[in-house]
């Protein structure tokens, strides 16, 4: 396609193809919440009541420095302008980024000062969630998790919101409260996304760093259609470089929709419009990504997940949790954000839990679920049928998606994370590309949660 120019109108949204419209105020997003537990998303509505969540999601735009600068590790902080930028290193482990310091803790018998870190990081994770987690496992249960955490000394997390409640951003909760809608025009649906810098925060702790993202999101807005739909994807460009889209796994007709820099179109240019326009004939879980200047791009957060529903899927599920792997910005990551603020996989006994892995990295990442089999249903969108595996620690290449079911039969806290040790964990606790499966005994608890988080 040839550049669009934005002086275009811009046609009316065919409603009954969208996705129900947002609920208004605080108490129709805490209706949302309750109605929408459905399989497209773990933990429906899960969003910050007041402090402007949705605001703060989809504007956090901050200026970039002259020269886009990254760092390759898990500190995250910019280099100052006019510095040469550095090669690809080893990146060095600092789980003090996202520890607390414990100066002012006490510390108790046969503990250090990182032991309390350790243990104050999961506590920011936890939250305002603790309290209630008696009423769904029951005193024995809550009483060996508040040992653990010490919840006999009424620290300040246990009436805060989560650290991934803080960060202002969140894959799953913007794909919810603001999923991308298309327009239908003559039959085409015509999805709208723009290009822009994005101060993105890894954890609620540490200070934002410079991103780019769609539409304001790191990752960019999950794009879903159906096998053989027709698309018409159109980019605004308002970086101050150029760039390109490829839409990374996908089979198309017209090779000149790949979106490589002169191979098969010129570079999008700043200020510039393009559009995208192929019929969907992959499927599953494919991703969306800058393949212009890409280590920079895509390692500062130029990538997305486009799931396509084929006609008769083969794969049953009850919840989906989609894990965008990223190893360049701000360290390791899991849906641009780093442990503690990283959302917890939700599920009730007995449910099946669909998680789309994708890797936009540089390094190949085994991600190990503790206390459950992953049954591996899928490689690069393709089901696997009879050749579907089962593993718990599943290595998940750059480019490669992977999708895993499965099955929650009991309940408890269950670590889910990169099984690099270094990506994950160091003197001072756990960092990086870690989060939980909590699993629940009933539908109902995944409520109380939500209502907890809600409060």
């Not at 193809?17 to 933990?43: I, K």
């Not at 200070?207 to 539409?215: D, H, I, R, S, T």
């Not at 009730?348 to 679920?369: C, D, K, T």
């Amino acid at each position: 396609m040839k550049p669009v120019s934005e002086a275009a109108p811009r046609p009316a949204t065919d409603q009954s193809t969208s996705d129900p419209a947002e609920p208004a105020g605080d108490s129709g997003w805490r209706n949302a919440v309750m109605s929408e537990l459905s399989r497209r998303h773990f933990l429906r509505g899960a969003a910050l009541t007041g402090g402007g969540f949705l605001a703060t999601t989809l504007a956090a735009c901050a200026p970039a420095t002259p020269t886009p600068r990254w760092t390759y590790g898990p500190i995250g902080v910019p280099e100052p302008a006019g510095s040469p930028t550095p090669a690809p290193a080893t990146p060095v482990p600092s789980a003090a980024a996202s520890a607390t310091p414990a100066a002012s803790a006490a510390i108790p018998p046969g503990f250090s000062a990182s032991d309390v870190d350790a243990r104050q990081v999961v506590r920011r994770y936890l939250g305002n969630l603790v309290p209630a987690l008696e009423g769904i496992f029951g005193a024995t249960t809550f009483g060996k998790l508040g040992e653990i955490l010490a919840v006999a000394d009424g620290y300040p997390e246990l009436s805060q919101k989560p650290a991934f409640m803080q960060v202002g951003q969140q894959l799953t909760l913007t794909d919810l409260l603001a999923p991308l809608t298309p327009e239908i025009v003559d039959g085409v649906k015509v999805y709208r996304l723009t290009i822009e810098e994005v101060s993105l925060k890894i954890d609620e702790l540490r200070p934002p760093v410079e991103a780019l993202g769609y539409n304001g999101q790191v990752p960019g807005p999950t794009i879903r259609a159906n096998e053989g739909d027709r698309l018409r994807v159109i980019f605004t460009n308002k970086l101050k470089e150029a760039t390109t889209v490829h839409f990374h796994g996908v089979e198309f007709d017209d090779f000149f929709q790949d979106g490589v820099p002169f191979v098969t179109q010129l570079p999008i240019v700043p200020g510039e419009t393009y559009a995208y326009e192929f019929t969907v004939k992959s499927t599953g879980s494919l991703m969306y990504h800058s393949h212009h200047n890409a280590t920079d791009q895509v390692g500062r957060g130029l990538l997305g997940a486009f799931i396509v529903e084929p006609k008769d899927n083969p794969i049953q599920y009850d919840r989906e949790y989609i894990w965008v792997s990223n190893d360049v910005l701000g360290g390791f990551t899991i849906n641009g954000c780093g442990f503690p603020a990283t959302v917890p996989i939700l599920a009730a006994v007995g449910e099946r839990v669909l998680v789309r892995f994708m890797n936009e990295g540089v390094m190949m990442h085994p991600f190990h679920s503790h206390g459950f089999v992953m049954n591996v249903v899928a490689r690069d969108g393709r089901p696997l049928g009879s050749a579907a595996f089962e593993c718990d620690t599943l290595g998940v290449n750059p480019g490669e998606r992977w999708d895993a079911v499965i099955t929650a039969d009991r309940p408890g806290v269950w670590a889910f994370h990169c099984h690099i040790l270094p990506h994950v964990e160091g003197p001072s606790g756990m960092f990086g590309m870690v989060t939980t499966l909590i699993v629940v005994p009933e539908k109902a608890h995944v409520d109380a949660i939500v209502g907890a988080l809600l409060a």
